[in-house]
């Protein structure tokens, strides 16, 4: 989903008054308000609540995204929370978020580097909370894509997640078929291609699984609690991979043709781990320290004609498996 959509409007009835900070506060606080009561206001809505000009809540709807995301609904005609249960697990109250919102807004006129260290502010508060609080939305919840996704199961799930408590699931896997009763420690909920996924400790098969919450046909909250091993964090656990699913780590290399390399050099970098190198004939040449092949190497063959893998050996050898086995099936058809 995207940030909320900045719109130069001439038809704007109000100016832009010389607001002081308690007022953009008050203002924010409004807005807050109104989006949690689920009213999905319009910015014309907002505009004639916090008696502003539109361009005005165009502002603060930019400057409040960075602390609570908001988006814009076509289907409801106005904004919400990207994640719905955001002001349940962020370690802010609503009269804070607003100051920091404020904030914000008045850092924004005081250069990057200024910028650059009050967000870096707002990520230690996330952090560096104390243990009694520590799950935060970046614990709780991480998001690889954006969107809403199907929302059955999570607010039991979250609770289980805040609370430490152990799930006793009935789980019906994609791959398999099979349908088996498991009991999970769950550590976090994962966001990824439009699914919701629990990422726990399976006792079944004794090691760390991810489970689509659709793919759930039954869940109960146990009263026996676990807990985490120390220093956990799952963005850390993860960071290496492409996407979503763990494994080995591998280093892959893949050069792209100097007429692709444009396109990708738009982008400052595809992974975190990613190493570059431009060649004087015009191509480029990435490298990556991921968990497993199978999901990068689906993004590598969007690029095909245009890719040559360098590294490891295995994907080279799987990318002419499966080009000759495309190439079969295809001459088939003819």
């Excluded at 900045?6 to 109000?14: A, D, E, P």
């Excluded at 249960?85 to 404020?102: C, D, H, M, T, Y």
């Excluded at 614990?139 to 929302?151: A, W």
């Amino acid at each position: 989903m995207k940030r909320p959509r900045i719109k130069r409007s001439s038809l704007n009835k109000r100016r832009d008054k010389p607001a002081g900070i308690t007022e953009k506060v008050i203002n924010i606080l409004k807005i807050l308000n109104l989006i949690e009561q689920g009213k999905a206001p319009s910015v014309r809505t907002l505009s004639e609540v916090c008696e502003v000009s539109e361009r005005s809540i165009y502002r603060y709807l930019n400057i409040l995204y960075s602390i609570v995301p908001i988006v814009y609904d076509p289907k409801l005609g106005g904004y919400r929370f990207e994640n719905e249960k955001a002001l349940k697990v962020i370690p802010f109250e609503k009269k804070e978020i607003a100051l920091l919102s404020s904030l914000m807004d008045l850092i924004s006129k005081s250069g990057k580097d200024i910028q650059k260290t009050f967000k870096g502010i707002i990520e230690k508060i996330y952090i560096c909370q104390d243990k009694e609080h520590a799950h935060t939305p970046r614990e709780v919840f991480h998001f690889i894509t954006s969107s809403t996704g199907d929302s059955r199961w999570l607010d039991e799930i979250t609770r289980a997640i805040i609370d430490s408590k152990q799930l006793r699931i009935k789980y019906h896997a994609i791959n398999t078929g099979e349908i088996t009763e498991r009991l999970i420690d769950p550590y976090g909920l994962v966001f990824y291609d439009g699914l919701w996924f629990i990422y726990a400790y399976c006792h079944l098969r004794g090691d760390y699984r991810l489970f689509a919450t659709d793919r759930i046909k039954e869940l109960e909250t146990l009263k026996t609690g676990f807990l985490k091993p120390e220093g956990f964090s799952l963005k850390e656990r993860l960071s290496h991979c492409w996407g979503l699913w763990e494994g080995e780590i591998k280093t892959v290399t893949v050069r792209f043709s100097k007429e692709i390399a444009p396109v990708i050099m738009r982008k400052e970098k595809w992974h975190p781990t990613e190493e570059r190198k431009i060649f004087e004939d015009g191509s480029i040449e990435l490298t990556f320290r991921v968990s497993g092949l199978e999901e990068i190497k689906w993004w590598i063959y969007s690029w095909i004609p245009h890719i040559e893998v360098i590294a490891p050996q295995e994907l080279r050898e799987q990318l002419n498996h499966d080009l000759k086995e495309a190439l079969s099936r295809n001459s088939s058809l003819t």
